[in-house]
């Protein structure tokens, strides 16, 4: 059976030995190209240092990043020479400072007094305690370790772990101990750290804490939707203003997630990308038409468009930017016209290719009717190519959405902006995983917005390119 | 029947005015949320711009302007500095060339996976176009930005960016090209009990080869002035060189770097468009 098969293979083989040459030289071309690739690919391993990347990635800093974005955390402070004097405050911020008696906040409930009533307890939230006295920090109860450990400063005022000496290694992981401090930190979520001078507990539980009404704000007791419940009822949080004021400006004014301000930036971004975009539409229209062979018989004039199309395009928004940046300083007008000005070469150029692919057919129809020149191409042209028209310009409106925030970054203002300077501060980065949210839930609105625009204005989602 | 006519007539004539007048209707709504949209947003925009809109009008050719200027007063000495950068510029190549090229195999594999007529779960594939709407809708700048901070200076952060971008846009063109293959093909497969590689690598894959090469090929075009832009907040090559050119008023190789740019763009747009037309015939 297999014998006459390679019988018959060898027959076919004799008949068309072209087709089969053919074949071996095109699959061999193919693995040429399959070849030089892979080289390629080997070479930019090593000319872009991807194989530094276990080397420069430091999963410490990775997970410290990642932790901050989700979680928030409490500072615990004793200093040694005081130490009834302790301040828990939110992210450490002077300003968010629990029981300060201004404020009227009290002290959160896993602060409190030891039962012998005189150690100070800290509870995390594994049900592990730090319990802080007049000379040493106890550490019990923490799930995973069998014995308990104390710290305690020698006589020259260093930190010490009580009976370390006797310890496995075993024991002591979670520990990390150099000469002037002493840190313990078994999970993420839980930190001690004993100075010289002082003990400093971060206590990380899940969760954006503050994010509709900060620290300060009268209404940070209530819940949103309590908070939105008071709105509605007559009687005045505050005597200054009523409550539906105040729930606004205090969500507006929230200072650790700053929502007016990102909101306001992100509008700008917004802004810039479609006034760009409806910018360019207005320009490229008549100089489309102007740059098509079948609309205008000016050679020269065509080729000159057709290469102010092509620089204004190859001109990046980058370059643009650049320049609008210097003219019109930060601010949206920048992003309005780098962008209208590259979209205007690339819609220019589309637009005049879909005009020049229309049907001659309905054009002669409305001349045969001795129609002016004028109006052949408004009956003859324009309501074939409007539906690519409206398609192309709402294609771009969600890459420009992206762009928009690029040109921010690049010191346009907006939501890029904001952005940068949140990476900036090196520790805010709930809010830079708050605007990162914000912009990819804008992106997804805008491409789902054109999406649907396109279908109910022509009938297709798809991008019709003709 | 001659008698119904008139009738007739009377009623296409009214219907077709209320067609007209609805159409009106709609074009004028549609003009005034488009003026309603223009007028709102000049107004932030005049509301959160740091200068005046007249004064940077005025002041538009200002930068251009001193470019030149300096450009002209180093007369042949000029061209030295322009070689100069071509370095930086390759490393900018390299970035976005290398990018796409791992984002073009990475987005094959996400097309495959999200493919309803490859793959029968839905699961995976409501998964794997989750993922990908997710990856291409963060701007690049974004991821970059992240890795930059927790990476330190280089282009990694770059490389890394610019791939994930890229497998999630490619990999949604790529989708909707196998979705739109041919299914006989697979069927004839099929019937000779080939594997489910098999059919991948016999049927669908030549079918689509060259509709996926001309989308990349499109892509690399827009990497490259991806990677310029990263470089300019700190990945390297020609963008990070004319940030730094920037800041340091050096307008003669200011205009170098952007003459390098500009060129290498263009001599892309036309080499992609060439390369794209040979592959698919038709320009798609």
Same mark, same amino acid.
């Given at each position: 059976m297999s014998s006459s098969l390679a019988i018959q293979r060898e027959n076919i083989r004799k008949l068309f030995p072209d087709t089969f040459k053919q074949a071996r030289k095109s699959r061999l071309r193919g693995q040429i190209i399959f070849f030089l690739v892979l080289v390629y690919l080997i070479v930019g391993f090593f000319t872009l240092d991807v194989v530094d990347i276990p080397k420069k990635w430091k999963p410490q800093n990775a997970a410290m990043f990642v932790l901050d974005t989700y979680a928030h955390k409490d500072h615990v402070t004793m200093k040694w020479e005081n130490h009834e004097d302790i301040k828990?405050?939110?992210?450490?911020?002077?300003?968010?400072? +629990?029981?300060?008696?201004?404020?009227?906040?009290?002290?959160?409930?896993?602060?409190?007094?030891?039962?012998?009533?005189?150690?100070?307890?800290?509870?995390?939230?594994?049900?592990?305690?730090?319990?802080?006295?007049?000379?040493?920090?106890?550490?019990?109860?923490?799930?995973? +370790?069998?014995?308990?450990?104390?710290?305690?400063?020698?006589?020259?005022?260093?930190? +010490?772990?009580?009976?370390?000496?006797?310890?496995?290694i075993e024991d002591l992981k979670g520990f990390r101990i150099t000469e002037n401090r002493v840190e313990f930190r078994p999970t993420l979520y839980e930190r001690i750290q004993v100075y010289p001078k002082k003990v400093e507990i971060h206590r990380y539980s899940i969760g954006w804490k503050y994010?509709?009404?900060?620290?300060?704000?009268?209404?940070?007791?209530?819940?949103?939707?309590?908070?939105?419940?008071?709105?509605?009822?007559?009687?005045?949080?505050?005597?200054?203003?009523?409550?539906?004021?105040?729930?606004?400006?205090?969500?507006?004014?929230?200072? /650790?997630?700053?929502?007016?301000?990102?909101?306001?930036?992100?509008?700008?971004?917004?802004?810039?990308?479609?006034?760009?975009?409806?910018?360019?539409?207005?320009?490229?229209l008549p100089l489309s038409f102007l740059a098509a062979y079948n609309v205008t018989p000016i050679k020269a004039l065509r080729f000159t468009l057709r290469r102010l199309f092509d620089t204004l395009r190859g001109i990046d928004f980058l370059i643009w930017s650049l320049i609008f940046l210097r003219a019109f300083g930060p601010g949206p007008f920048t992003g309005i016209f780098a962008i209208g000005f590259t979209d205007t070469g690339t819609l220019g150029k589309l637009y005049?290719?879909?005009?020049?692919?229309?049907?001659?057919?309905?054009?002669?129809?409305?001349?045969?009717?001795? /129609?002016?020149?004028?109006?052949?191409?408004?009956?003859?042209?324009?309501?074939?190519?409007?539906?690519?028209?409206?398609?192309?310009?709402? +294609?771009?409106?969600?890459?420009?959405?992206?762009? /928009?925030?690029?040109?921010?970054?690049?010191?346009?203002?907006?939501?890029?902006?904001?952005?940068?300077? /949140?990476?900036?501060?090196?520790?805010?980065?709930?809010?830079?995983?708050?605007?990162?949210?914000?912009?990819?839930?804008?992106?997804?609105?805008?491409?789902?917005?054109?999406?649907?625009?396109?279908?109910?204005?022509?009938g297709s989602d798809q991008l019709i390119v003709r | 029947m001659a008698k119904a006519l008139p009738a007739n007539l009377e009623q296409i004539e009214v219907n077709l005015k209320k067609l007209t007048n609805q159409r009106t209707r709609s074009s004028?709504?549609?003009?005034?949320?488009?003026?309603?949209?223009?007028?709102?947003?000049?107004?932030?925009?005049?509301?959160?711009?740091?200068?005046?809109?007249?004064?940077?009008?005025?002041?538009?050719?200002?930068?251009?302007?001193d470019l030149f200027v300096d450009t002209f007063e180093m007369g042949w000495k000029y061209w030295p500095r322009v070689i100069k950068y071509i370095p930086?510029?390759?490393?900018?190549?390299?970035?976005?060339?290398?990018?796409?090229?791992?984002?073009?195999?990475?987005?094959?594999?996400?097309?495959?996976?999200s493919s309803r007529n490859l793959i029968r779960n839905k699961r995976v594939i409501q998964f794997t176009k989750f993922l990908m709407d997710v990856t291409r809708s963060f701007p690049t700048l974004i991821i970059a930005m992240v890795f930059l901070y927790l990476m330190g200076k280089s282009s990694l952060p770059a490389v890394i960016a610019i791939t994930i971008h890229t497998a999630g846009a490619l990999g949604k063109l790529f989708t909707e090209a196998i979705e739109n293959c041919d299914g006989k093909p697979i069927e004839g497969l099929s019937s000779v009990g080939a594997t489910w590689t098999q059919k991948i690598r016999f049927s669908v894959l030549p079918q689509v080869l060259p509709l996926f090469l001309s989308y990349g090929i499109l892509r690399l075009e827009i990497n490259v002035r991806e990677s310029t832009i990263l470089g300019f907040v700190g990945a390297g090559g020609i963008g990070e060189m004319l940030a730094a050119l920037i800041q340091w008023n050096y307008g003669a190789d200011v205009l170098a770097c952007m003459f390098l740019l500009v060129g290498t763009i263009i001599a892309l747009d036309y080499l992609s468009a060439y390369w794209r037309h040979k592959l698919i015939g038709a320009n798609q």
């Open positions: 828990i405050a939110f992210e450490g911020n002077y300003r968010s400072v +629990y029981g300060r008696d201004n404020l009227d906040k009290s002290i959160p409930d896993w602060f409190y007094k030891n039962s012998d009533n005189v150690g100070n307890v800290v509870e995390f939230n594994n049900k592990g305690k730090a319990i802080l006295y007049k000379d040493k920090v106890e550490i019990v109860n923490f799930p995973k +370790y069998e014995r308990d450990f104390t710290i305690k400063l020698n006589s020259n005022g260093k930190p +010490y772990l009580v009976g370390s000496e006797d310890l496995v994010f509709w009404f900060d620290f300060s704000s009268p209404l940070e007791p209530y819940s949103f939707f309590e908070a939105l419940g008071l709105t509605f009822s007559k009687e005045r949080v505050v005597p200054e203003m009523s409550n539906l004021k105040l729930f606004l400006t205090e969500i507006k004014d929230n200072e /650790a997630f700053m929502h007016g301000r990102v909101w306001w930036a992100m509008l700008e971004t917004i802004v810039m990308a479609v006034l760009g975009t409806m910018f360019a539409t207005v320009m490229a005049s290719e879909a005009i020049e692919n229309t049907e001659k057919k309905q054009q002669e129809g409305v001349q045969s009717t001795g /129609a002016s020149k004028f109006l052949q191409h408004r009956f003859g042209i324009i309501p074939q190519i409007l539906p690519i028209f409206v398609s192309q310009s709402l +294609y771009y409106l969600e890459s420009n959405t992206r762009g /928009a925030v690029i040109i921010g970054a690049m010191g346009a203002g907006g939501i890029g902006l904001q952005f940068l300077g /949140a990476l900036g501060t090196g520790n805010d980065f709930e809010n830079v995983a708050y605007m990162a949210i914000l912009v990819l839930a804008v992106v997804i609105f805008m491409d789902r917005l054109s999406a649907w625009l396109r279908r109910i204005l022509i | 004028l709504l549609g003009i005034a949320i488009l003026i309603l949209i223009f007028f709102g947003g000049t107004l932030v925009s005049l509301e959160a711009n740091a200068g005046s809109f007249g004064r940077g009008i005025a002041n538009f050719f200002n930068y251009p302007r930086e510029l390759i490393i900018t190549l390299n970035i976005a060339l290398f990018s796409t090229s791992i984002g073009f195999i990475l987005a094959i594999i996400f097309a495959i996976f």
